[in-house]
């Protein structure tokens, strides 16, 4: 795939869901599976990059030549992403990071109410890919937008409200998207598109590579 043009940059990337643990035993979880983020890590090891990959919970073995760093909640995932991408080139957010967390968790297993209602209170969680953005001196930002509806309005609203520079938008109704092996993408930054049809997360990720590795090298460089 077109050389390797990323080589000497390095690249994060972020796959997987969070889990937000309410007691001992359980958590609030997504259906991510990490297909497409590590499907992306290995793309940009392709590319020439040196890639850590910021994974959350997810049975998946670690691209060779990848350094993997492992987390469980989206306030790890924070942590372990702002470390990695300090100094980065280039940021992929392709994890689905819980947006709450439950206020506090239990230090013990919950019991049932007696049919009373159990309520949960949520606590928004850190928007990990803009406090990248935040920074002055932030990597090239890509972030995945996963939309059941209105897919290009609410992907063109996140690149800029979160100040990315590219955002890859996937409809994931229908069960779409999460988990399975296929996925569709419509690539937007602030002067073009592009919509990559359906194929092998494998396949896609080497193509949003390809368009992330243009747009990165058109402002920094060959
Ligand atoms: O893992 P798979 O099973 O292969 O499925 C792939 C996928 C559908 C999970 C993936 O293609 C995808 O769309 N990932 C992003 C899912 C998501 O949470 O999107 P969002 O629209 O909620 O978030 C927008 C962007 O902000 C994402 O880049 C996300 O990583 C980032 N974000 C969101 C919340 C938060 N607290 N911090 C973030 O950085």
Do not use: C
Request: glycine letters at 10%; proline letters at 6%.
């Amino acid at each position: 795939f077109g050389g390797q043009r990323l080589r000497g940059r390095r690249v994060v990337v972020s796959a997987g869901p969070t889990y937000e643990d309410i007691d001992p035993v359980r958590f609030i979880g997504n259906r991510s599976s990490g297909r497409m983020g590590f499907a992306v890590a290995a793309a940009a090891r392709d590319a020439g990059a040196d890639v850590t990959l910021v994974a959350g919970p997810v049975a998946l073995p670690t691209p060779q030549g990848v350094r993997r760093v492992d987390v469980r909640s989206a306030r790890e995932m924070h942590d372990a992403v702002l470390a990695a991408a300090n100094g980065a080139d280039i940021y992929v957010g392709a994890a689905a990071v819980g947006d709450y967390r439950p206020a506090g968790a239990a230090a013990h297993k919950l019991k049932k109410t007696d049919g009373e209602p159990l309520r949960l209170e949520l606590t928004e969680n850190p928007d990990i890919i803009a406090a990248l953005a935040a920074s002055p001196t932030h990597p090239f930002l890509v972030g995945f937008a996963a939309e059941t509806r209105d897919v290009e309005a609410y992907a063109r609203e996140k690149l800029a409200r979160k100040g990315l520079d590219m955002i890859a938008a996937n409809d994931v109704g229908g069960g779409r998207g999460f988990e399975v092996a296929d996925n569709a993408l419509h690539l937007f930054w602030a002067d073009g598109d592009v919509a990559l049809p359906s194929a092998p997360k494998t396949a896609l990720a080497h193509q949003l590579m390809a368009h992330v590795a243009d747009r990165y090298l058109a402002t920094h460089g060959p």
